[in-house]
């Protein structure tokens, strides 16, 4: 793995900033623990000036003719540490800077930010040598001490899930992203999938499913829509299959030919014919229908939607009294439903809105969703959003509910 720029930098800093100036030869005398003796100071000094130019190796050699010299006290330790673990680092010698890190961690000079950017680097060392139990014990203990660069963190999920502690990682990551939404932030959408990546390791459908909702709150990709609708296919009544292909088509999920005949048939069957001759329309201008074997069939399809829609447009003339007169509260929500289609939505979502106040209602959660749908698609956000948020059935209508809210960009 690349270094990070950063992390380059702090252990570049950290070996020729103040935490070694007392590795100089020439400086004046120090008390005997925190001096350098010139024939260690020396090499040292060489060696900081061949990292600061990048010759990490050549570096690497000045520092062992300072650590074969007898007697090292603590501070000559300390600073040859210090030096050795970032020249290593440069170098690619990755083990050999743990260990030097590590010692110069132990010694407890470090303080404060410094000790934390040590304890950082460490943690990615570790990482990038795929140790990641010792990177979490790394990252964790630098976040403890106060450390809040974000990187860090990310090594620290990162290594929890490639360490396979999913749970831990799945932990960390919805904190982030609840945070960002308490906040105001929209959560990144890498910080999602690789959430949905955990979820979907701990075989946590209801997690994926949640973490999946978000993605396409905040990224209403075609894929991630494709995801939450076949997810969610299983938990719907077939008698709402014309309502499931409804949102697929809605959110350009409706692709294969079979899924426009199949609408366009069951959009005929419900007695919406002007629906079924926009989605057999839509099919022919996206090059859908029209050819291979069921061309033909297509064909004749698109003949009994012209023929029907032209039948029931002619119908529309009846009196709206008639109408409320006759029929009971689910049969107003299918006209005016059906009107709306038609382009007569004053007057459609009138006869719908009595219908949900009509009895007796065979299915009250089908003619609520039916009536949020018809504000959607007549552009009535607030509208929509309030009815959509009453629907309650079990039997796939809230499911639908929530597609269609998430769809105007608003969840319960």
């Not at 935490?19 to 008390?31: I, M």
């Not at 061949?50 to 570096?59: G, N």
């Not at 890190?101 to 990038?128: K, N």
């Not at 079990?394 to 998430?406: I, M, P, Q, S, V």
Request: charged share 25%.
């Amino acid at each position: 793995m690349e270094c990070r720029p950063w992390f380059r930098a702090v252990l570049t800093a950290l070996a020729v900033t103040g935490c070694v100036a007392g590795a100089r030869a020439d400086e004046p005398a120090k008390p005997p623990a925190d001096s350098a003796r010139p024939e260690v100071g020396k090499p040292i000094q060489a060696a900081k000036e061949l990292i600061q130019a990048k010759k990490y190796k050549d570096a690497l050699v000045k520092l062992h003719e300072a650590d074969a010299v007898p007697n090292l006290n603590p501070y000559e330790k300390f600073i040859l540490d210090l030096m050795r673990g970032s020249a290593a680092q440069g170098a690619g010698e990755n083990d050999t800077a743990i260990s030097s890190f590590e010692s110069v961690v132990a010694t407890g000079r470090l303080q404060g930010a410094d000790q934390q950017r040590l304890e950082a680097a460490i943690a990615e060392l570790h990482y990038q040598g795929k140790d990641y139990a010792k990177a979490i014990t790394w990252a964790t203990r630098y976040e403890k001490e106060g450390g809040t660069e974000p990187a860090i963190h990310q090594t620290l999920v990162q290594a929890e899930y490639l360490g396979g502690d999913y749970t831990a990682a799945a932990r960390e990551l919805k904190a982030e992203i609840e945070t960002d939404e308490k906040e105001g932030r929209t959560p990144g959408e890498d910080r999602l999938t690789f959430l949905i990546s955990c979820y979907l390791k701990m075989n946590d459908n209801a997690g994926y499913a949640a973490v999946l909702e978000k993605l396409v709150a905040y990224y209403p990709k075609k894929t991630y829509w494709a995801d939450l609708i076949y997810r969610m296919q299983k938990r719907v009544a077939d008698r709402l299959t014309l309502d499931l292909y409804r949102i697929q088509l809605a959110t350009g999920n409706l692709s294969k030919p079979t899924e426009y005949m199949e609408m366009a048939e069951l959009a005929l069957q419900a007695g919406f014919p002007v629906e079924a001759k926009k989605v057999v329309d839509q099919a022919y201008v996206g090059g859908i229908f029209g050819k291979g074997a069921d061309a033909e069939r297509q064909n004749r399809l698109r003949d009994l939607a012209n023929k029907e829609a032209a039948q029931d447009v002619a119908s529309m003339s009846k009196n709206d009294a008639d109408i409320v007169g006759a029929k009971d509260g689910d049969a107003l929500v299918a006209v005016g439903y059906n009107l709306v289609l038609n382009g007569q939505v004053e007057r459609g979502l009138s006869l719908m809105e009595q219908g949900l106040h009509k009895t007796p209602l065979k299915r009250p959660d089908d003619a609520k969703l039916h009536l949020g749908m018809a504000y959607v698609q007549t552009g009535q956000k607030a509208k929509a959003v309030q009815v959509l948020e009453t629907v309650q059935g079990k039997d796939g209508t809230a499911e639908l509910a929530r597609l269609w809210l998430l769809h105007v960009g608003k969840t319960a």
